[in-house]
C-alpha cells in the first residue's frame, strides 16, 4: 500500500492531484491518500479528510511508500519505520502554509540522504513514473542524538538532582 | 514532612512537535513528568503519565493564544513543576514564559523544521528559557541558541 498524507495544516491539492493521476494508471496498486478539508474528490485512491492517529499509525505501518508534503511529524514516523518516503515541499507563495520552511526542512533532509524530496508536480509526476527507483530508506533510531538526550540529562541532574 | 518530588512538565502542540517531544524522552527517565499537548489521543502514546489537553493557537488569533494562555496556568498552578521543556509551539511559549516567572527552570528545543531561520516562538521563548536549543548547527549563536545534537 502507498500512503499519501498532507497532515493537518490544510490541503495539499497539488500533491493530492499529482498522485491521483499517477494512480489512475495503476490498477492493482492500493493507493490511501489522507487529503485534509479539500474540495478536491481524488477519482483513482481511497482517501479521506483526515485520519485519527491510531489509523493513521496503522497506514504508516503497512505502507510500502509513503508520499507526504514536508511535515516533521511525517517524516519523523516514517523514517522510524524505516519506510521511504517521498515528500514535496508546501509553498507559502501558494499560499499552502505560513512561511517556506518545508522547502529549508525537504532541501536539509534530502542532503542527509534520508528522504527523496519532489521539488513541484512536474518533479513528483516525473518520480512516480520510476517508482521502482526510489530506495528503502535507513532506518532511524527511536529516540534524539546520544549528545543532545545527554545534554538535556545533564541539565535536569543540575536541577533536580541525579536519578 | 516529605517534601514534594521534583517534577518535569513537558509541553508540544501536535504533529511534528510532539513527535519530536517523544524522540526525547530518555532524558527524563527516570524523573516524574506530566505532559502537557492538544490531542487526547496522545494519552496512548504515553502511558500512565498524566497528560493535560490545552486549546492549540497561533500569532494569527489573540483570542486563541488567551484561551491556550489560561489554559496552560492552569496547568502550572496545578502540577507546579521544577523544571518545563517544550519543542513548541505557542503551548509550550506560553508555558515557558510563565514557568519561569514562577521559578521553574526551562528548556526550549527549537523544532528540527526551522533548518534556515528559528521559528517565531522558537525567537521569543528564548528569552524566557535557561536552556536555549537549536537543531542545527548553523543556528547556533554565541548568545543563544546553543547546538547539542538533534532529535535525530
Known amino acids: ?30 493507493i490511501f491518500a489522507q487529503i485534509g478539508p479539500s474540495d478536491y474528490r481524488p477519482t483513482a485512491m481511497e482517501f479521506a479528510a483526515d485520519l485519527d492517529p491510531a489509523t493513521f499509525e496503522q497506514y ?4 510500502e511508500l509513503i508520499i507526504a508534503h514536508a511535515g516533521m511529524g ?17 509553498r507559502a507563495s501558494l499560499g499552502e502554509q505560513r512561511n517556506e520552511h518545508q522547502l529549508a526542512t525537504a532541501e536539509r533532509f ?43 540529562r545533564t541539565f535536569l541532574a543540575r536541577h533536580l538532582g541525579a536519578v | ?9 513537558a509541553v508540544a502542540s501536535g504533529g511534528g512537535h510532539w513527535v519530536q517531544l517523544m524522540r526525547l524522552r530518555p532524558a527524563w527517565q527516570g524523573y516524574d513528568v506530566v505532559y502537557c499537548s492538544v490531542h487526547p489521543e496522545y494519552q496512548q502514546q504515553i502511558g500512565d503519565a498524566r497528560l493535560y489537553v490545552v486549546p492549540d493557537s497561533n500569532a494569527k488569533s ?5 484561551r491556550t494562555a489560561f489554559a496552560i496556568l492552569r496547568v502550572l498552578r496545578k502540577e ?5 521543556i517544550s519543542t513548541g509551539a505557542a503551548p509550550g511559549g506560553l508555558a515557558l514564559f510563565f514557568a519561569k516567572k514562577m521559578g ?6 527549537d523544532s528540527i523544521a526551522n533548518a534556515e531561520v528559528l521559528s517565531m516562538s522558537g525567537q521569543k521563548a528564548g528569552k524566557h528559557a535557561d536552556l536555549w536549543l537549536t537543531q542545527w548547527p548553523e543556528l547556533a549563536r554565541p548568545e543563544g541558541p546553543e547546538y547539542h545534537g538533534s532529535v535525530l
Open chain 1, 1 to 30: 500500500m502507498i500512503l499519501v498524507t498532507v497532515g493537518t495544516q490544510g490541503p495539499f491539492d497539488r500533491l493530492v492531484k499529482t498522485v491521483d493521476a499517477w494512480a489512475a494508471t495503476q490498477p492493482g496498486r492500493r
Open chain 1, 110 to 152: 534530502e542532503r542527509l540522504g534520508i528522504v527523496q524530496v519532489a521539488q513541484d508536480e512536474i518533479d513528483l509526476a516525473r518520480r512516480l513514473e520510476s517508482l521502482d527507483s526510489v530506495q528503502p530508506s535507513k532506518r532511524i533510531s527511536d529516540s534524539a542524538s546520544p549528545e543532545l538526550i545527554s545534554h538535556l
Open chain 2, 104 to 109: 521553574a527552570k526551562t528548556i526550549w528545543i
Open chain 2, 62 to 66: 489573540k483570542l486563541a493564544v488567551l
Open chain 1, 60 to 63: 504508516l505501518t503497512e505502507a
Open chain 2, 80 to 84: 507546579r513543576p521544577d523544571v518545563v
Open chain 1, 74 to 90: 511525517t517524516i519523523l514516523k516514517a523514517l522510524e519505520l524505516g519506510k521511504p518516503v517521498l515528500i514535496m515541499p508546501r
Open chain 2, 1 to 9: 514532612m516529605v517534601p514534594a518530588r521534583k517534577k518535569i512538565l
